[in-house]
């Protein structure tokens, strides 16, 4: 009898169909025919007794198509020294729950092994356009369309080459040829061939095309002495860039709008050496910027000096005094919502020393202090440009509530975020963050107090109450 095959079979059913071949000492294919025998024969009485079908099968113990978690990801590794990593990438992609079926080059062959990939992955390895296995029913038109991402890693100038022609003649761009889910790749060659024109014209037609890449990275190549830009990315670099493309679209509820956000101190200088400061963090205007990209807005983050990454996606100006920042927030103007996260220092010294002061046996120098520029209210106060949405934030150490509300009928401003940045707390320089956001209507201010959070969950908290205020407003 010829080989069996069956395809698209649930994960419980393969499941049980191996155990239940296990039990009764039969393969897997030899059990299917026991079962098929038994449904259309009558009973051989020479035949070893099979487990019956349960009503139940067990438990799916992968995800089951239309579950949150389960995807499906056709890698197609490339002929390069890279193609070790993606082994790693197999590992990292299957941590996130995500099936791998594995394409590989014949050239990719000769760098790692299809036995390897395919322990890794769970599944066989298809390497050959011309497999009767699989193109009795166009097999690469199944790889090309049987998921939800096609990942190439590494991508080899050569693929990227036929990708950018349209060529198909193998496997791999075949399938990517007929793809008609989204294409990641990850470009990895020797740095002259990345920087060959040849090769810039392929990547930009690949990119003009829809295609996705990440990378190639800056480092040392395998060869001995090489090293310039043609690194494959990490394989948690692509790993994260697949579950970023798997995620379902995220809802940009900012979209259109330009947010301006104030985070961090200032410094105030005394002389070239010594400043006023405070012991702000900028931790929650940073997540608050963060979460304002998150949902679509054009944001502009003016910060004071901070120990902190810039937010992925967000235009930075670093400014060190008070009115260098208000300089800025007006220079940013207009925009559709305001956010002064910042610690402005109230005051500064009056004559700023030219040199280092010195401790001498006289007396202390006097520090003769001045106040600085109020950039909320100067930003509340606006008779042109005024944004739509101005809020402020209040830091106290005592009588949290009456001291935010003060601030909110002098600033002028269109809510207050109150919290309380007393040493016991943590807040300042802190992860967690309790804030009270006060809001005014014609029946006076309104104190709405939210539990203990991350300064992240506070922020996404307020870009979306921020979103359906906008929204009502539109």
Excluded at 313 to 335: D, F, I, K, N, Y
Aim: charged content about 25%.
């Amino acid at each position: 009898m010829a080989s069996l095959t069956i395809r698209k079979l649930d994960d419980s059913l393969k499941t049980y169909l191996r155990l239940r071949s296990a039990q009764n000492g039969r393969s897997v294919e030899e059990e299917v025919r026991v079962i098929l025998r038994a449904l259309t024969e009558p009973a051989d009485p020479s035949e070893p007794p099979s487990t019956p079908l349960p009503a139940t099968l067990p438990e799916p113990l992968v995800p089951q198509p239309g579950s949150a978690r389960e995807a499906r990801v056709t890698l197609i590794i490339g002929g390069g020294i890279a193609a070790y990593k993606s082994l790693d990438l197999i590992r990292r992609l299957k941590e996130r729950h995500i099936h791998v079926r594995c394409v590989m080059t014949k050239a990719a062959t000769q760098f790692v092994t299809e036995l390897a990939a395919s322990a890794l992955s769970g599944d066989r390895v298809f390497t050959d356009l011309f497999d009767a296995r699989s193109e009795f029913d166009v097999g690469h038109i199944r790889l090309a369309r049987d998921c939800d991402l096609i990942v190439v890693a590494p991508a080899t100038a050569d693929l990227m080459a036929k990708m950018a022609q349209g060529h198909a003649d193998d496997l791999a761009s075949a399938i990517l040829l007929a793809a008609s889910r989204p294409i990641l790749l990850a470009p990895a060659m020797n740095p002259m061939m990345w920087s060959n024109p040849a090769t810039r014209r392929n990547a930009a037609t690949l990119q003009r095309d829809g295609v996705h890449m990440i990378g190639p990275n800056a480092g040392e190549m395998a060869e001995k002495g090489e090293a310039g830009v043609g690194r494959m990315a990490e394989p948690t670099e692509i790993a994260e860039a697949v579950v970023a493309m798997l995620k379902p679209p995220v809802p940009r509820p900012l979209a259109g709008r330009r947010v301006l956000i104030t985070a961090g101190p200032t410094h105030e200088p005394i002389d070239p050496v010594r400043y006023i400061a405070n012991r702000s963090s900028g931790k929650q205007g940073f997540a608050i910027a963060a979460a304002a990209q998150a949902a679509g807005a054009d944001v502009r983050l003016i910060t004071g000096p901070v120990e902190l990454a810039d937010p992925k996606g967000v235009r930075v100006t670093h400014v060190e005094s008070a009115r260098q920042m208000l300089e800025a927030v007006e220079a940013e103007l207009p925009a559709d919502v305001a956010i002064f996260a910042a610690a402005v220092a109230d005051w500064r010294v009056a004559n700023e020393g030219g040199q280092k002061l010195k401790k001498t046996d006289k007396a202390i120098p006097p520090l003769q202090l001045v106040e600085n520029p109020d950039i909320l209210a100067t930003i509340s106060k606006l008779k042109e440009k005024r944004p739509d949405l101005v809020i402020g934030f209040a830091a106290e150490t005592e009588h949290l509530i009456d001291n935010a509300k003060a601030k909110f009928a002098r600033k002028g401003c269109d809510w207050i975020v109150a919290n309380d940045v007393s040493p016991a707390t943590g807040v300042m320089g802190g992860d967690r963050n309790t804030v009270h956001l006060l809001t005014k209507d014609a029946d006076g201010v309104h104190v709405a107090s939210w539990p203990i959070m991350t300064k992240d969950e506070v922020a996404t908290a307020l870009v979306a109450e921020i979103a359906r205020t906008v929204g009502q407003s539109a």
